[in-house]
């Protein structure tokens, strides 16, 4: 429900402005794929994986012989659920975490996209399953990203490893690890600084805090999440493009999800990136936070 709710911009525009199209088209001709593909590109979906919708589905169409626009919209539906499928092979969209001691999450992204609110909202997720959770601040750059961390921290009745502002972020990372493995705590979710005006520095940033990780806990980091914000399509796409050359990522967060009307962003990070969306923000409280679901996706959309 909470995901239903969270959609409602992108359901009553994207999910609108298609049905409308299927609505006011009496057949499917040249002029209706038309308007779908310059449709998909304007709700974020993005220019190649548009194509590949329109492309797949004119196919699909003359495959079936379908006339009537009611039948190509089932049609389409497939066609963004299957996207998903096939870029993504099977592999489900959750959160791989250890089978045993504690699961490493780092997360990655520029500023202010909603990194430490979804470490927040994440964290309180975890401890309400019954898990040991510790923070790690490693955006020592910013004191005001140490400090909002911080805030969550108290907030979710959560510890923290913080160090001091300017300090090199390995170190808080291997405070991190060490105070998790001697504590025996689950979860550890370190927030990065994500400057992406220096490539190399960011590389070696993230790499050494990687190395780390892998020596103390050799199958770590389990996760590395791209957090972007759907708000502002093709930028957080070009984001994801420079972070994918800087590091390995395992999945995407999908922020601001609430506060857009193009959740096409979803699909072009699935064909283009060939990334899973593994969670999305749907707010700023710390329950707006969920799994992303393709099927429910796709389907809320046409609502
Ligand atoms: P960071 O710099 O990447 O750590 O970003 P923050 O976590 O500080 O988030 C930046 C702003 O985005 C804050 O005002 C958050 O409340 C807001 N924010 C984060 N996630 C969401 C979301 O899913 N929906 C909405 N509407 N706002 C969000």
Same mark, same amino acid.
């Given at each position: 429900?909470?995901?239903?709710?969270?959609?409602?911009?992108?359901?009553?525009?994207? $999910?609108?402005?298609?049905?409308?199209?299927? +609505?006011?088209?009496?057949? *499917?001709?040249?002029?209706?794929?038309?308007?779908?593909?310059?449709?998909?590109?304007?709700?974020?979906?993005?220019?190649?994986?548009?194509?590949?919708?329109?492309?797949?589905?004119?196919?699909?169409?003359?495959?079936?012989?379908?006339?009537?626009?009611?039948?190509?919209?089932? *049609?389409?539906?497939?066609?963004?659920?299957?996207?998903?499928?096939?870029? $993504?092979?099977?592999?489900?969209?959750? #959160?791989?975490?250890?089978?045993?001691?504690?699961?490493?999450?780092?997360?990655?992204?520029?500023?202010? *996209?909603?990194?430490?609110?979804?470490?927040?909202?994440? +964290?309180?997720r975890f401890k309400n399953e019954?898990?040991?959770?510790?923070? =790690?601040?490693?955006?020592?750059?910013?004191?005001?990203?140490?400090?909002?961390?911080?805030?969550?921290?108290?907030?979710?009745?959560?510890?923290?490893?913080?160090?001091?502002? $300017?300090?090199?972020?390995a170190a808080a990372v291997f405070?991190?690890?060490?105070?998790?493995?001697?504590?025996?705590?689950?979860?550890?979710?370190?927030?990065?600084?994500?400057?992406?005006?220096?490539?190399?520095?960011?590389?070696?940033?993230?790499?050494?805090?990687?190395?780390?990780?892998?020596?103390?806990?050799?199958?770590?980091?389990?996760?590395?999440?791209? *957090?972007?914000?759907?708000?502002? $399509?093709?930028?957080?796409?070009?984001? +994801?493009?420079?972070?994918?050359?800087?590091?390995?990522?395992?999945?995407? =967060?999908?922020?601001?999800?609430?506060?857009? +009307?193009?959740?096409?962003?979803?699909?072009?990070?699935?064909?283009?990136?060939?990334?899973? =969306?593994? #969670?999305?923000g749907l707010g700023e409280k =710390?329950?707006?936070?969920?799994?992303?679901?393709?099927?429910?996706?796709?389907?809320?959309?046409?609502?």
């Amino acid at each position: 429900e909470k995901y239903e709710q969270g959609l409602t911009k992108s359901r009553t525009t994207f $999910g609108q402005k298609l049905n409308a199209l299927f +609505a006011n088209f009496r057949s *499917v001709d040249e002029e209706f794929f038309d308007r779908l593909e310059d449709m998909l590109i304007e709700s974020d979906v993005g220019f190649e994986t548009s194509m590949r919708i329109t492309d797949e589905l004119r196919d699909e169409v003359k495959l079936q012989n379908a006339k009537k626009p009611k039948d190509v919209q089932n *049609v389409i539906v497939q066609k963004m659920i299957e996207i998903y499928d096939s870029e $993504g092979n099977g592999e489900d969209n959750s #959160l791989h975490l250890a089978e045993t001691g504690p699961s490493v999450l780092l997360f990655v992204g520029v500023n202010g *996209v909603g990194k430490t609110t979804t470490i927040g909202k994440l +964290a309180k997720r975890f401890k309400n399953e019954g898990k040991k959770v510790l923070l =790690v601040a490693a955006d020592t750059f910013r004191a005001g990203a140490i400090e909002q961390l911080n805030v969550w921290a108290q907030r979710d009745g959560v510890d923290i490893v913080k160090n001091e502002p $300017g300090s090199d972020p390995a170190a808080a990372v291997f405070d991190g690890v060490k105070k998790a493995k001697a504590e025996a705590y689950d979860i550890l979710l370190v927030d990065t600084a994500g400057r992406l005006q220096n490539k190399v520095n960011l590389m070696n940033e993230l790499a050494k805090m990687k190395k780390i990780l892998t020596r103390e806990i050799p199958d770590s980091p389990h996760e590395v999440l791209l *957090v972007l914000d759907a708000t502002t $399509g093709q930028n957080a796409m070009t984001q +994801a493009k420079t972070f994918k050359e800087t590091t390995d990522v395992s999945g995407i =967060v999908l922020t601001k999800l609430d506060g857009t +009307a193009k959740g096409g962003i979803v699909l072009a990070i699935r064909n283009e990136l060939h990334l899973p =969306v593994k #969670l999305v923000g749907l707010g700023e409280k =710390v329950t707006d936070l969920a799994d992303f679901d393709p099927n429910n996706f796709v389907y809320g959309l046409f609502k």
